[in-house]
T-cell receptor
Framework: AQSVTQPDIHITVSEGASLELRCNYSYGATPYLFWYVQSPGQGLQLLLKYFSGDTLVQGIKGFEAEFKRSQSSFNLRKPSVHWSDAAEYFCAVDSGGGADGLTFGKGTHLIIQP | AAGVIQSPRHLIKEKRETATLKCYPIPRHDTVYWYQQGPGQDPQFLISFYEKMQSDKGSIPDRFSAQQFSDYHSELNMSSLELGDSALYFC???????????????FGPGTRLTVT
């Protein structure tokens, strides 16, 4: 069964600084990978996805992520964070079977310092 | 753009009562997923439906059941509610089929269920 690990429970970054959130997955084949963002009490918004092809994928709100098969990682990055980026970030994997449920990591809580 | 609609947004029930949550997918989406998110937890997959048939099953308790109707909306029925069922319940939808788009799940705002 697939699994996702987000090693950092909390991350604090100063506004304007760069950001990297880590995600490691465990899955036998090439997984479908996603990053979602959730503001308090809100639903999950899809930031970006990786299916195949280019290992660097661009998403919304200035986010990007890089798929590294050798490291089983799919880290999320942003060059300059804004206070509005404060939220919970979830990495997720889909086994690719069609209509399968996503397996989420435990999430990383991003705090932005002024 | 139209999004996933869930109703009600908030629901308060007592132990041992029954609750029904409704989900209306994005137009032309034929696949629906249900997730449960406990306080401070990651979303846990419960069940999914494709073209009105159950497609995948996760950690859904036997006390819960769900179905998808001919108009593709879905209902999650929860019986004999327990305090531990208090959570945010999300519905997501996707276009279905076997294209890449079918793997993008769009989430609704959730229904917050409180069991007292």
């Amino acid at each position: 069964a697939q699994s996702v690990t987000q090693p950092d429970i909390h991350i604090t970054v100063s506004e304007g600084a760069s950001l990297e959130l880590r995600c490691n997955y465990s899955y036998g084949a090439t997984p479908y990978l996603f990053w979602y963002v959730q503001s308090p009490g809100q639903g999950l918004q899809l930031l970006l996805k990786y299916f195949s092809g280019d290992t660097l994928v661009q998403g919304i709100k200035g986010f990007e992520a890089e798929f590294k098969r050798s490291q089983s990682s799919f880290n999320l990055r942003k060059p300059s964070v804004h206070w509005s980026d404060a939220a919970e970030y979830f990495c997720a994997v889909d086994s690719g079977g069609g209509a399968d449920g996503l397996t989420f990591g435990k999430g990383t809580h991003l705090i932005i310092q002024p | 753009a139209a999004g996933v609609i869930q109703s009600p947004r908030h629901l308060i029930k007592e132990k041992r009562e029954t609750a029904t949550l409704k989900c209306y997918p994005i137009p032309r989406h034929d696949t629906v997923y249900w997730y449960q998110q406990g306080p401070g937890q990651d979303p846990q997959f419960l069940i999914s439906f494709y073209e009105k048939m159950q497609s995948d099953k996760g950690s859904i308790p036997d006390r819960f059941s769900a179905q998808q109707f001919s108009d593709y909306h879905s209902e999650l029925n929860m019986s004999s509610l327990e305090l531990g069922d208090s959570a945010l319940y999300f519905c997501a939808s996707s276009p279905g089929g076997r294209t890449r788009d079918s793997y993008e799940q769009y989430f609704g705002p959730g229904t917050r269920l409180t069991v007292t």
